[in-house]
Structure formats: C-alpha cells, structure tokens
C-alpha cells in the first residue's frame, strides 16, 4: 500500500475485510460493489453525505443487516459469528442513543459494557469493576460516574457511550456520527481523546461522520463513500472540495459520458 | 401444602406481631383474620414485582402493555367462568402468556409496529371474553365484577397460591436477567453487539410480564393493572438519580399506595383496587408538583450562600 505515514498500523493483521458488498434496500442499491480493509492499528474516516450508504455499511459490518452479495468478515469471521462477537465496540449517537425514561449513571451505563453472552447471569465481578474503572477513567469522566447520564452535557453523555463500548475490551471500535450536537471544545477534547485510543491504547478506529474538518484532524485514513467508494486513501491527498464534486459525479452540467470519464480519472485504486 | 399457605405461616406471625401498632378500626383485620391477612399478602407481593417489573415497562416504552394484557385475562377469566373452572386465573393465564408471546412476534418481526398489535389483542380477547359470558354465562355476571375492579377478599386459597408462585418466579427470573435486560433495553444494538440474546431476553419479559399481570387481576382488578405496574415506577423516576435508586423508590411508592389505599378503603368501605389507583395516582401528583415547584421554593428562602435578599 501506498505512504500511509503511521508508524504503529500492522498491515498484515487486517481486522475487518469487506468484498464486493452490493446491499439493496426496497429495491434501491444503497451499496454498489464496495471493497474495503482495516488494518489493526488504523483510525479510518468514514465520509459521506447523507443517505450515501453509511449506515448500510455499518449495519452490514455489525452482522445486523443481512448481505446478500459479497462478504464481510471481521477478524477472519462473519460478523455475529460466535468468534466475532464482542470484538467490536459499537458507539452509536449519543443523543438517539438513550432512552429518555431512563435514569442510569455513568457507572450503570458503563456496567453494561462488560456483559456478554456468558456472564450476563453471573453475580460474580470476575474483574468486571475494574474494567469499569479503567473505561471510566480512559474517558475522564471520574468525577461524574455517579451521576444520571441525561444531566451530563452532550460531550460527556458520548463519554459516557464510548466507555461502554471501551468496557467490552473489543479492539476494534466503530463510531457513528459521534460529533452530533457538541460545541467546539467538547468536539476538540473528544478527537483528542480517540486519537489517544488508537495511539496509545492500540485500539482500531473506524469514526463515521460528515465532519470532513474533524476527520482530517484526526484520522490517518479516509473513505468517502456515496454508493460506491469514491476515494480510499491517506488523509493529506483527500481531494479538495472541487474535485469532490467530481468523484461524486456532481456533474449535472456536463453531459453523462464526461462525468464518468472525470469520475475514473480521479478515483484512486 | 401450597406455597401460598407456606407464605401464610411465615408471614401470619409477622402481621399480628404488628397489628396492635396498625390505625383505623376496620384496617387492623388484615392484620389479624385470615381472609384479610390473605388479602394483604397477595397485595403485598404483586406489588413488590410489579414495581420491578414496571421500571423495565416504563424505559422499554411499554406502559400500556399491561393494561392490554390484563383485558385479555379478563378475557381468559370469563371463558374459565362459562367453563366451570374452579378457578378461572389458570384460564387468564394461559390466555395473557399467549397475547403477550403473540404480540412480541408480531412487533419485533416488524409486522405491526407499535401499540396496534396491543390494540387488536386487547379489543379480540376482551370480546371473546364478552361473548361466551353472554351465549354460556346465564346470571354468573356478579362473579365477573371482582375481577374488573379488583376484589381482594375474593381471593382464595387456591388463589394465593397462583398468585405467589408466578410472582416468587417472577421475581427471581427478573433479578436473573436484569443486567442483560437493561442493557437490551437501554441500547438493543450495543447489546446485540456484544451478543447478548436480545430476541430471547425480550420474549422471557413479555411473558413474565403477562404472568405478573394475571396475578394483579383480582388484587387491583382489569381496569387497574396499570396503576400499580407503572404508576409507582413513573413516581420514581421523577425523584431516582440512578436506575438502583429508581428501583428501590418504585417499592417504596408502591408499597404506601397499597397500604394507604387499603387503608381508607377499608374505613371508608371503597373497592380495595380503586382506592390504590387513587392513592398512586395522587403520590405521583404530590410528588411531581413538589418537583415541578421545587425552584420555586428554592428562591423563596434563600440559602446562605447566596445574598442577601433585596427587598
């Protein structure tokens, strides 16, 4: 591969591998042919407008949609596959993310975390309080683990998310949209904050969100996804917006076959 | 011997230990005669799962589950009746778990969405209920008032018995799957993720829930199932700052419902299942006003830290 300039990523370790994906839904392609692998050690960028097919992916890569052509493996396995499960941390939204009866503290939440299939019954701890701590303190919210997570600001409440999915000890942690509704500091201290996952912690990021500015300050890799995948690459070359227009075959102006001969030209292998 | 009469022989002492202490002139009975100490213990142990099982209804969006339910075990109630059923709860039960499996299918397969699948239950059951009181009923109608509006001296021994044992199973099937049950509540997708079996945790609660529902029927009666499922949990949300905490208040507001409603219901001589709706209905107003006011009171007598008052 071409001058990705991270010093820790293992390109021999691909964490998740994605072939030929093409999902329709009602009849609509939203996917179209989409290859994509993510090394161990990566902070990829997920961009793209809405109802490019984001989503899709992400559900595709959780095992909750069904594919019905091409493959996507995880670690080697289908996603939801009994070897594949509980490797992967899940941030969704903050905002979507809960509930609004609920009353729960940062520590219940992050208590949720440590649940899997096997010890959901247990009473024992099995260490179970000590990885709460660690997600709790990962994400600095100490001060805070006792208070009911709908008092916290937006910044603390996606804390408080990404905790959780810290707490499952999975390696490999997707986040959608987690940038949703935050002010600039808030929005600042969280980018630090995955930047020093994947730095320090030697976790694998995959940050979906239409924040180009964001995921240009933080991740070493982007994708631009609009159906198909219109640029793969190292953050430094991502197009400017103009040429952008282009790979999204924004071209209306021109006529089709001028579109598709720009459109190849700039799409990179 | 059933496990209700078990109960009975641990709890009798316990009750007229503390009845010299009880007020009220007719109230204390239930704290000395069988047929009331009976009573008072169904009430009690409905209530204390029903305030469990009610904060998990209130945050997965379900607080008209139980009313749904209970209509189709008024349902099942009516045919055990026509069919000479000793005792017609067995009857609701099988009816409710049905209704309650059915209706988790129908949601989360995406077939109906929302409460129409509860809507269509409720109304079919209840009219089927209707229908064969009225074609094999004859005058056995009187019988049926207990269990819409909840007649606790109604309750028999065979009664007690059905109501402790689904409520005792409830609660430790309840407690056995909390932590995966709040997680599946709280954010289904994460928890898919990390492969707990949300499909399965979801239809065990449905049909625990239709279960604590059958047992609330006689104590509060159809109509008013949801006052003690959901009531006491919404009041505990409005003062809980965790989930534990809003757990222990549920109890707490549930359980002076039931006895402060038994209370004036039996000074006062009112349906025993009324009075508790009542009284519920008018803790959460108390309390949600208190908290609604609260900034009020607040800026009325300044604390020390702030300044002195201008006028």
New interface residues.
Partial sequence: MQSTPVNDVRLDEPILVVNDLTVSRSDKVVLKDVNLKVCKGEFVGLVGPNGSGKSTLLLSI?G?LKIQKGSVKIYGQQP?SRAS??R?G?V?QAAS???R?????VR??V???T???KN??SWADNGRRERVNKAIKMVGLEDVE???VSRLSGGQRQRAVIA??LA?EADFILLDEPLVGMDREARNSLLRLLDQLCHDSDKTILMVSHDLTAIRQTAHRMIFLEEKIRYDGPTEDFPDLESLAGLRGITHVHDEEHAHKHNNKMEVE | MGIGSFLMAIFTPLMEFIAPLVPGEVFPYFFTMELFQRALLAAILVTIVAGFLGTFL????LALIGDGLAHVSFGGVAVGIVLGASSPLWYALVFSITAAILIHELQSREILTGDASIAIFLTGMLALGLVTLRIGGGGITTDIEGYLFGNLLLIDEADLDLISLICIFSMLLLT??R??L??T???P?????????VRGIGLLFSIITAAVVVSMVQVVGTLLVTALLVTPAATA?LV???????LVWAQAFGLSSVLIGLYFSAEYDTGSGSMIALVAATIFSVVGLFKFLRPFFLSLFPTGKSSEPTE
């Fill in positions: 959780l909750v939801f499960i509980g992967i899940w969704s993310n809960l509930p009866d609920v009353r729960i503290t219940e939440l208590r949720l975390g649940l899997n299939g959901m019954f006792n208070v009911d959780r999915a499952t | 209130l945050i997965r969006n056995f799957i932590s995966g709040l997680a509540t709280v954010d997708l994460s928890a898919r993720v990390q492969g707990l079996p949300q809980g700052r965790s989930f534990r905490s809003c």
